[in-house]
């Protein structure tokens, strides 16, 4: 069966569904820090399967070798970190404890098992920073990460790269996704954030339901099309099946090298009022917003080249910035109803 590590979190629980419609025997683990149990039925209510759940903080060695014991485990998909940028500032040891740590823990219990374990790991574009050139090919540079969570998806990579070089039975894929938003069409499973959300579009259908009174857009003096930053927003489904394309590339022995690196995007950038724009179009509401001063840390500007992951990995994206942005207002509405 495929081990999907925090399977319950907002992109992993889509890649569970996706995973389940091709017919794959899905192990949950999620240790329910960013998540809940009722997403399982959400994933139950949009494929019509319910996987096998565990709970388990991969932080947990014994607890790793006891699953790897008690299933058979023919591939993995590393989802399980914690992701908030901030928050990383703050907490750095937590973060490196638990991104590195369980990373660490699962890579050791793949080199016991003597078996061939194919990996797939959730990276970033944050990787490439300030990137010199757009759109963002994968051999653009790696640039000082700015957060310590940055710096665990440079650091997890590294650590990938030389398990395989380590191993020659050893294959991983790092999946460098660009902004993911958007639900799965059923709306039985969406994202879900802990509090007042940092990311662009919970904040702008939040707002919209009446959680916040506006949206402050952070900054308009960029040298951009309208001043607004521009980012990559790519639909969760799209990306979901990308994991699922990765996972077969290595099942069936078509990865060239023991350790490849995909960026996952559409390959058009959005500007925040594009964005706004997308969501009053799709909605057919005014969405009361504010032009504010720039946020710390922020790039310019940041879009795939989808050039590799068209040709080498076969997968491009079918799903408009406008579907995206409807189905995570539709999700939101019936979180709130
Ligand atoms: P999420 O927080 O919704 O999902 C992560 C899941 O992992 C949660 O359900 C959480 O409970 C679980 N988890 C965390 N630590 C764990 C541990 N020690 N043991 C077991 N479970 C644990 O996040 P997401 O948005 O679905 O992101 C999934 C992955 O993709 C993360 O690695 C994240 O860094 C990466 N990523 C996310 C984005 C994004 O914008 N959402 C962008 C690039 C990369
Ligand atoms: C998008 C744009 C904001 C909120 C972050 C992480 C990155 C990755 C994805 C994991 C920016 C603007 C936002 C608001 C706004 N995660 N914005 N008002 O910053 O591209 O990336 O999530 O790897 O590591 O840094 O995404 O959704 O936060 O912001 O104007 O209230 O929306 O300034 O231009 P970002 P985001």
């Known amino acids: 069966m495929i081990l999907v590590t925090g399977g319950l979190g907002y992109i992993g629980s889509h890649t569970v569904v996706s995973l389940l419609e091709k017919g794959y025997d899905v192990l949950v683990v999620d ?4 998540s809940t149990v009722d997403v399982l039925d ?9 996987p096998v759940f565990e709970k388990l903080d991969l932080q947990d060695r014994q ?14 998909i ?35 098992s003597n078996k061939s374990i194919p990996f797939i790991f959730s990276s970033s574009c ?19 990460a700015t957060s ?19 191993n020659a039975s050893f294959k991983a894929i790092a999946l460098r996704y660009f902004n993911p938003i958007g639900a799965h069409p059923s709306i039985a499973i969406g994202e879900l954030p802990i509090g007042r959300p940092q990311n662009l579009v919970p904040f702008i259908t939040q707002t919209a339901a009446g959680l916040y009174p506006k949206l402050t857009v952070f900054g308009n003096d960029y040298p951009t ?49 594009e964005v706004v724009k997308s969501f009053e179009r799709v909605s057919g509401l005014k969405l009361n917003y504010e032009l504010g001063p720039r946020r710390a840390g922020d790039v310019v ?34 979180v709130r109803n």
Do not use: C, M
Not at 63 to 76: A, M, P, Q, R, V
Not at 304 to 333: C, F, I, P, Y
């Open 31 to 34: 240790d329910l820090s960013n």
């Open 42 to 50: 959400g994933i139950e209510t949009a494929s019509g399967i319910r």
């Open 63 to 76: 607890g790793i070798e006891h699953l790897f014991k008690s299933y058979t485990i023919d591939g993995i």
């Open 78 to 112: 590393h989802f399980a970190a914690y992701k908030a940028v901030g928050e990383s500032v703050e907490k750095p040891i937590a973060y490196y404890q638990n991104n590195l740590g369980s990373l660490l823990n699962l890579l050791s219990e793949i080199a016991q």
């Open 126 to 144: 944050t990787v490439y920073g300030e990137a010199d050139a757009l759109p963002i090919s994968e051999d653009a540079p790696i640039k000082p």
């Open 148 to 166: 310590p969570y940055g710096n665990t998806k440079q650091i997890g990579e590294e650590i990938i790269l030389d398990a395989t070089r380590a």
């Open 225 to 273: 099309v309208d001043g607004t930053n521009v980012r990559d927003y790519i639909h969760v489904v799209d990306l979901a099946e990308a994991h699922i394309v990765a996972l077969e590339r290595i099942l069936d022995g078509k990865a060239n090298d023991a350790y490849e690196v995909f960026n996952l995007g559409t390959g058009k950038g959005s500007s925040v009022l």
């Open 301 to 334: 500007a940041a879009y795939a080249d989808t050039t590799k992951a068209r040709e080498v990995l076969g997968w491009k994206t079918s799903r408009s910035l406008d579907e995206a942005v409807a189905s995570a207002w539709n999700w939101e509405q019936k």
